[in-house]
């Protein structure tokens, strides 16, 4: 009897290489306040982390209610300004949507980025042929590593915990991914296998897993 399984994929980092824009985007917002954040400062407190959490380190401040929404505003239109003629999947990733696609494997995006960076990106690359559920930051109460925005995608999917597999690149994300007791898989595009929480499977990009290798883990 086939497996039935789902496949949820964070964005950052894992359908798209957008850490190195987000990086650009927040050099030169942090860059107007007098910021200067080193290389290894951005991969220990930026990649998959909140805006709430990024702000809140760099600036050294709690930024909340209309000021955070300004900032934060301000971060990712700069983002999606100068993403957007870049924006590409990370390689492998349609043939192996595809494949799954082919199998009846439903599947959902489910990232801590704003909505707007998701429509931006959705529409860019045309992930509505594919997805079956779309979540962002305004979705949920909680972020990762709180496994709110998995076990929600879950059960819009009709899904439990236990059939999802989820790719994720970064440290909270892959942790929120196990905290909802879900299988991972480790997408090393950001962070080596070492700086990530133990994963069911690593893949560098697409070409080297399929469905059978996602079967297996059930």
Do not use: W
Not at 30 to 44: G, M
């Amino acid at each position: 009897m086939k497996t039935q399984f789902a496949v949820l994929f964070d964005m950052d980092g894992v359908i798209c290489h957008t850490n190195p824009y987000h990086s650009m985007a927040f050099r030169e917002f942090f860059s107007k306040r007098n910021l200067n954040p080193t290389d290894e400062e951005f991969a220990q407190h930026m990649f998959g982390k909140s805006n709430s959490y990024i702000l809140r380190h760099f600036l050294q401040r709690d930024i909340v209610g209309d000021e955070f929404n300004r900032l934060e505003d301000e971060k990712e239109s700069l983002f999606r300004k100068i993403y957007e003629p870049f924006a590409e999947p990370i390689q492998g990733f349609f043939p192996f949507v595809e494949e799954l696609k082919t199998q009846d494997v439903k599947m959902a995006v489910a990232t801590s980025a704003p909505l707007a960076n998701l429509e931006m990106i959705a529409a860019k690359l045309g992930l509505d042929r594919f997805m079956d559920s779309f979540m962002a930051s305004e979705d949920v109460t909680n972020h990762k590593p709180d496994p709110e925005v998995y076990l929600k995608s879950a059960e819009r999917l009709g899904m439990h915990s236990y059939q999802c597999v989820v790719f994720e690149d970064s440290f909270s994300g892959v942790t929120a991914a196990l905290n909802a007791g879900m299988r991972v898989v480790g997408v090393l595009s950001s962070h080596s296998r070492d700086e990530l929480p133990p994963c069911n499977l690593y893949i560098q990009d697409y070409a080297e897993i399929s469905y059978r290798d996602l079967e297996d883990l059930f």
